[in-house]
């Protein structure tokens, strides 16, 4: 067991045991927010044939060289209907948008630079070429538009139905168990009695889960009992990871790093960042295990630095396609900020736009039981150890998403 370790190696030791990755084929309609499992290409050209962008007339654009040119109607081009008739010299089709271009026009004018005189049409403005959508000027067929390990959103599930995809192979949702442990903890919405508190945790690394493209499995909190414990552990086995909030620091009542090293395999055992500094990460009886601190703050900042990085690595996720929780950036400091001694330091900042800048600024205290400081900041600093960062000082930060 690895103790006391940074963040880059807590990542590299995590991501050598990776959950399972298994895909699955499902319709387009079950595909929202899923994953590629593999690269995506096009079963068709797109556009499948020339088109047109505009409402108007398909022309010879040689026969609109003078103002108020007069040519004959010949029929029409609507999408999903018949092949239109050829255009000839001195002649024009009518046609609407995304219909075929008739053979034999290479323009188009838009129906507002008309004027229809019975079964003519008099041009009265510019006959465009660029109104003409060519075949394949989008994509090809065969070619490759959505990379592997995208996550599928509004954009990408049009363009894979648009490349004809009625079904896809994503990858399978890793199933993830949640619970937080302690004595203190009752459910929200309950009674509460003195020295307890409302269990929030769960909810907010459920939340976190399924944003990163896994099925959350949220559990009732288990009390402080090794024996209690060690059969939650044991029931959980057919999960992909188990992730615990609490029971991981030092004392005699943190049970989770007691039972993991006891029965357990612990790969490392606390981080040099603040806050969020005893996580651990190992294995029980085979299946991953993440232990979080149980201070609500610490908790989800190591998950967005630690799991979310070991999650997108699992389900080998595209780094700017895939799910993400975050975007690193570079924020100019409004106020100073406190650094920690041989730790990377966490603090939460409100990060908006200036003129061409981020700027950051801290607006509550930094005490990582303050969970309403993760609602009133939408970043992260990125302070080296040992580092202060002073009004001015551009510095790292991750800008939560």
């Not at 004027?115 to 090809?140: D, M």
């Not at 599930?157 to 490349?163: C, K, N, V």
């Not at 190591?302 to 979310?308: G, Q, S």
């Not at 799910?323 to 950036?329: E, F, G, Q, R, T």
């Amino acid at each position: 067991m690895e103790r006391g370790v940074t963040l880059h190696r807590a990542i590299e030791v995590a991501c050598a045991e990776p959950m399972t990755r298994r895909t699955e084929i499902v319709t387009l309609d079950e595909a929202r927010g899923r994953i590629l499992s593999d690269p995506l290409s096009s079963k068709v050209d797109d556009p499948h044939f020339d088109n047109s962008a505009m409402d108007g007339f398909a022309v010879k654009s040689s026969d609109c060289s003078s103002t108020e040119t007069r040519l004959e109607i010949i029929g029409t081009s609507q999408a999903g209907g018949d092949q239109p008739p050829s255009v000839g010299k001195g002649q024009a089709c009518r046609i609407m948008t995304g219909a075929p271009v008739p053979s034999g026009a290479d323009a188009i004018v838009m129906i507002e630079d008309t004027v229809i005189e019975g079964n003519h049409v008099v041009i009265t403005g510019p006959a465009r070429v660029e109104y003409i959508r060519h075949r394949a000027e989008n994509l090809a067929q065969g070619q490759e538009a959505l990379p592997k390990g995208t996550q599928l959103g509004a954009a990408e599930l049009a363009l894979a139905a648009t490349m004809g995809h009625g079904e896809i192979e994503v990858v399978a949702k890793p199933k993830i168990a949640i619970l937080s442990t302690g004595d203190e903890l009752v459910p929200a919405g309950s009674e509460i009695n003195s020295g307890q508190i409302y269990e929030s945790n769960s909810h907010a690394i459920s939340a976190l889960v399924e944003r990163m493209g896994c099925e959350a499995i949220r559990l009732e909190s288990v009390p402080d009992s090794l024996e209690e414990l060690q059969n939650t552990f044991d029931s959980l086995t057919e999960y992909d990871a188990i992730i615990t909030s609490g029971g991981v620091s030092m004392g005699d009542w943190d049970l989770v790093r007691k039972l993991m090293e006891d029965e357990g395999n612990i790969h490392f055992w606390r981080m040099k960042v603040r806050p969020g500094g005893p996580p651990l990460f190992g294995t029980w009886k085979g299946t991953p295990l993440i232990g979080l601190p149980g201070n609500p703050v610490s908790s989800q900042v190591v998950f967005h630095i630690l799991v979310a990085p070991w999650i997108q690595h699992s389900l080998q996720t595209h780094p700017e396609l895939g799910p993400s929780l975050s975007d690193k950036v570079r924020v100019r400091l409004k106020n100073p900020l406190r650094g920690a001694p041989e730790k990377l330091c966490l603090r939460r900042i409100k990060i908006s736009i200036e003129g061409n800048d981020l700027v950051a600024e801290s607006h509550t205290h930094q005490g990582s039981g303050n969970l309403h400081s993760m609602v009133a900041h939408n970043g992260l600093t990125l302070l080296p150890p040992d580092t202060a960062g002073k009004v001015g000082d551009v510095i790292d930060a991750l800008w939560l998403r």
